[in-house]
């Protein structure tokens, strides 16, 4: 069973940054993938950013430029450097993992940016 703690949110002004972390423990394999997502009021959860076990990234179009993802040497940490942070950056964001083609997720953390 694949553990994720997950640490970072808060509220932060527009304009202003926040340093997501999510860490994994408790997989036997390796983790093949590594992301973020977020869900607003009212709305689906999306994809924020992602890392494969190969080191490609992709990032959704709305966060291109600002936010950046990275992982530890371990691969077992993920990050989520956000910058130039909008009030339409507002949500939870949620950690992602998958190993062994199966989904863990983590328990989410509040972003919110004011105005």
């Known amino acids: 069973q694949v553990q994720l703690v997950e640490s970072g949110g808060g509220l932060v002004q527009a304009g202003g940054s926040l340093r997501l972390s999510c860490a994994a423990s408790?997989?036997?394999?390796?983790?093949?993938?590594m992301g973020w997502y977020r869900q607003a009021p009212g709305k689906q959860r999306e994809l924020v950013a992602a890392?494969?076990?190969?080191?490609?990234?992709q990032y959704a179009d709305s966060v291109k430029g600002r936010f950046t993802i990275s992982r530890d040497n371990s691969k077992t940490t993920v990050y989520l450097q956000m910058n130039s942070l909008k009030p339409e950056d507002t949500a939870v964001y949620y950690c992602k993992v998958v190993t062994l083609g199966r989904p863990y997720w983590g328990q989410g953390t509040q972003v919110t940016v004011s105005s």
């Open positions: 890392i494969d076990k190969g080191g490609r990234i």
């Open positions: 408790g997989s036997r394999f390796d983790i093949n993938t």
